[in-house]
């Protein structure tokens, strides 16, 4: 089975800290991606992966940035955490488009339910 | 920008009746694909459906794909207790690159 593991379940951290939200997964998988989600607003897509030190913004990357040394793991880095900025953080993964793939499911993290105080 | 929107945004229904959940969607896409949520988890997979395809089914599940209306809806047959969650649509846009993007989901309660 597929696994998607993220560092913390839990987190709680004070205005102005800088914030690393980790993120493995176990199946070699080239795209990995990052969304928050909040109440009424559904999954909004932050970063996006598609290779190893390759990234793209999402619909809302102010306020963040991503780190992918190694293919297994993603790092989402909140630079300066403001309570805006609370919220449950999803991580996600899927195969890139392989010959005439077009496209294939994603595999989510268990979410870590950010705090910022 | 939000690319599905789901509809409704909460269903309420007796145990054994079917559920319906629509999604709409703004732009060309190369798939679109079902996701279930349990309260504060991660979202699990359902069913994935390709542009070229028009209906979909896999077990109580069923979903149908109208692309000249850039809309999709999720049937779910005879519900139990245990399908209470939420549902979110996820559309692979053409050109995306793979990148997924979500609606607001629908939350569905199934009763006793």
């Known amino acids: 089975d597929v696994k998607v593991t993220q560092s913390s379940r839990y987190l709680v951290k004070r205005t102005g800290e800088k914030v690393f939200l980790e993120c493995v997964q176990d199946?070699?998988?080239?795209?990995m991606f990052w969304y928050r989600q909040d109440p009424g607003l559904g999954l909004r897509l932050i970063y996006f992966?598609?290779?190893?030190?390759?990234?793209e913004k999402g619909d809302i990357p102010e306020g963040y940035s991503v780190s992918r040394e190694k293919k297994e793991r993603f790092s989402l880095i909140l630079e300066s955490a403001s309570t805006n900025q609370t919220s449950m953080y999803l991580c996600?993964?899927?195969?890139?488009?392989?010959?005439?793939?077009?496209?294939?499911?994603?595999?989510f993290g268990q979410g870590t339910r950010l705090t910022v105080v | 920008s939000q690319q599905g929107e789901e509809d409704p945004q909460a269903l309420s229904i007796q145990e054994g009746e079917n559920a319906t959940m629509n999604c709409s969607y703004k732009?060309?896409?190369?798939?679109l694909q079902w996701y279930r949520q349990n309260s504060g988890r991660g979202l699990v997979h359902l069913i994935l459906i390709r542009s070229n395809e028009r209906e979909k089914h896999s077990g109580r599940l069923r979903v149908t794909l109208d692309t000249s209306k850039k809309s999709s809806s999720l049937l779910i047959t005879a519900s139990r207790a245990a399908d209470t969650a939420s549902y979110f649509c996820a559309t692979d846009a053409r050109g995306g690159g793979n990148k997924l993007t979500f609606g607001t989901g629908t939350q569905l309660k199934v009763e006793l």
């Open positions: 996600a993964s899927s195969w890139g488009l392989t010959g005439d793939t077009v496209g294939t499911e994603a595999f």
């Open positions: 732009t060309s896409i190369n798939n």
């Open positions: 199946m070699d998988h080239e795209n």
């Open positions: 992966s598609y290779d190893v030190k390759m990234k």
